[in-house]
């Protein structure tokens, strides 16, 4: 187990060194400097400019200076606004983020277990084809559907709910139900095949023909071995839910970190757009890591070589 | 030997000296016989029969033609190019001219639709191409081979897998710039990942079973056992794979000009439709109701069709 976390660390490390590599790179194929403007800056400014972010240095020196400020947890600049940096951002806007995140996952866990669980008791009836057929619909719509389809019905013609922007929580609903509902068909699905096939073993059987009620064999007895799928899709999914807020913070309005990333997509302002990626690479890859940990640590049939 | 055996031997013996036994079975009773056997049937008759069964599968298969038809035939019966705009004609809400109305430079949205389902659909055949090429031929080498390659081969895997890929596409797609092609690069170049990892734990099954290790001993080349005998036994995930991925390179490119970064103007793909439509939600709702129910419903009917191949392909998993 411990070579098992020790390997996969290796892997991150690697993906990481990776991703910054591949950005340095990329970021230095851009067309035009980050400093020519529409109105072109004065040769002494520029000059002091590039001093200042060691443009002038050669190449190799320029990606030694960005390892180092990446391993301190230094983003750069925003060159477009240069009193900011990207840490600034992120330090703002990421809690926005997470606050909104966290409550869709919640919903998502709870509703998807809930339907999953049900469906797999009443399976083939009413209730199950009913729900896994919503399940296959909301899987085909993209958070960037779902979002204006609910801020149109719920904000523009029925009122119920503010349109867009941040603030309280009457704001979040919108969202967060827009992040969730992909994720929670997707939980549905698989709590209810997990189930299927939990409910079929003999100590189940067993527990049903003791006498004990079909809720207490669910919870007591099934519920346990089939959420292990379901505990190791968690990380994958915050990961799915922190890239469909790109789309649903800028369509809310919401002052996150996805909207800014867009927002400097948009605006190309290539540092932030640089940092940005590598946090999110940085947050993506240690999930893929938690989901592979906790799924060697649920289930002991997994080998670690 | 106990006296039962012997006696019930002796009968036996009695009973072949029955002349009747070996004469030739009358030829009416032979065709009687024979019609009883059922007609052969292959896997993939097998598999069909069991799709058809499948309600929404079979739905999901008519949708997907009704869309082909739509996104391929539909531009070139349409009476508007994409890109004509019609000032007399600004914001029309849905008639008969125009059956998903117009937009804010009076050009009809369900001719635009329609070109935003070819992309779509050109970015779901350019996904599956390359999870069939290169995901199949990666991992079935890969699985094949075993040991150093295999390891070198998956290691390789196991650290684009872990770069988020979302994040890349995006950074290329900044780098290069919008664009068709440039999406179709991006996504080429990550797209064969998840299917290298499932086509070679097939083929790593596969490879012990005993059928392999007859074509082995018959002399069989590596090519032959691969292609002949290895990929196609494995084709029941893959296309299942195939299937239910194809949605998800669709929803990248949306998202991508939706974000932007997709196809530039005046040409459009549903992404960017939708994203131009959610500016107009409170004046002209179709604007963004068409194309993003045109995106759905392709995803739909491939995820139903997806189920559907799964369920028939693999009858042991049908619950």
């Known amino acids: ?305 | 030997m106990s006296e039962v055996v012997k006696v019930s031997m002796d009968i036996r013996v009695e009973e072949l000296k029955d002349k009747s036994l070996w004469e030739p079975i009358p030829e009416s009773e032979k065709m009687g016989a024979e019609a009883l056997t059922a007609p052969q049937v292959t896997f993939w008759g097998d598999v069909w029969r069991r799709f058809r069964k499948n309600r929404l599968a079979v739905i999901g298969l008519v949708l997907l033609v009704i869309i082909l038809l739509f996104a391929l035939v539909g531009p070139l019966v349409s009476p508007y190019p994409y890109d004509k705009q019609d000032y007399n004609a600004i914001l029309e809400p849905p008639n008969f001219a125009h059956p998903f109305g117009t937009d804010y430079v009076g050009r009809d949205l369900f001719t635009r639709v329609m070109y935003g389902a070819r992309i779509s659909l050109a970015v779901g055949f350019l996904a599956a191409m390359v999870q069939l090429v290169i995901g199949v031929l990666y991992g079935g080498i890969s699985g094949f081979m075993g040991g150093k390659v295999d390891e070198i081969m998956m290691r390789i895997v196991d650290i684009m897998y872990a770069i988020p890929i979302l994040l890349i596409v995006i950074l290329l797609m900044v780098v290069l710039g919008p664009g068709l092609v440039n999406i179709f690069l991006a996504l080429g170049f990550f797209y064969w990942l998840g299917m290298a990892r499932i086509v070679r734990s097939q083929i790593l099954t596969l490879k012990e079973e005993e059928f392999v290790l007859a074509a082995r001993v018959l002399g069989a080349s590596t090519k032959r056992l691969l292609l002949r005998h290895l990929i196609p036994n494995a084709m029941g995930p893959v296309i299942v794979t195939v299937t239910l991925n194809i949605p998800n390179a669709i929803f990248t490119e949306a998202f991508l000009s939706y974000i932007g970064l997709g196809v530039s103007a005046p040409m459009a793909s549903l992404g960017s439709l939708a994203s131009d439509g959610v500016e107009y939600i409170r004046t002209a709702p179709w604007l963004m109701l068409f194309p993003a129910l045109t995106i759905a419903l392709i995803a739909l009917a491939f995820n139903f069709v997806g189920d559907g191949l799964r369920d028939s392909l693999d009858p042991r998993l049908r619950r």
């Open chain 1, 1 to 305: 187990m411990g070579r098992f976390i020790v390997r996969r660390l290796a892997l991150m490390v690697i993906a990481l060194w990776v991703v910054v590599t591949v950005t340095f790179f990329l970021a230095h194929m851009i067309p035009g400097g980050p400093f020519d403007r529409e109105k072109p800056v004065p040769e002494a400014i520029k000059k002091n400019l590039e001093e200042k972010y060691h443009l002038n240095e050669p190449m190799w020196k320029q990606y030694i200076l960005y390892l180092n400020d990446i391993i301190h947890g230094d983003l750069g600049p925003s060159f477009k606004y240069p009193d900011r940096t990207v840490n600034d951002i992120i330090k703002e806007s990421f809690p926005v983020s997470a606050q909104l995140g966290f409550w869709a996952v919640l919903i998502a866990t709870f509703v998807g277990i809930s339907l999953g669980s049900i469906s797999a008791l009443h399976q083939g009836g009413l209730i199950d084809s009913f729900s896994m057929f919503f399940a296959i619909l909301f899987i085909s719509l993209p958070s960037f559907v779902i979002a204006p389809i609910f801020q149109y019905i719920f904000g523009v013609k029925l009122h119920w709910l503010p349109v867009a922007n941040w603030g309280s929580w009457e704001h979040m609903i919108l969202p967060a139900l827009s992040l969730a509902l992909g994720p929670t068909a997707v939980i549905a699905r698989l709590t209810r095949a997990s189930m299927l096939e939990v409910l079929s073993n003999d100590y189940v059987k067993a527990a049903k023909a003791r006498g004990l009620s079909g809720l207490r064999v669910l919870i007591v007895y099934a519920l346990k071995n089939a959420l292990i799928p379901v505990v190791t899709y968690l990380f994958p999914l915050i990961a799915a839910i922190f890239t469909g807020s790109f789309v649903v913070e800028k369509i809310f309005n919401i002052p996150g970190l996805g909207r800014y990333y867009v927002t400097s997509i948009y605006n190309r302002d290539y540092t932030v757009i640089l940092g940005v990626t590598v946090f999110y690479a940085a947050f993506l890859i240690l999930m893929n890591l938690l989901a592979d940990i906790t799924y060697a640590l649920l289930d002991p049939r997994i080998r670690y070589e």
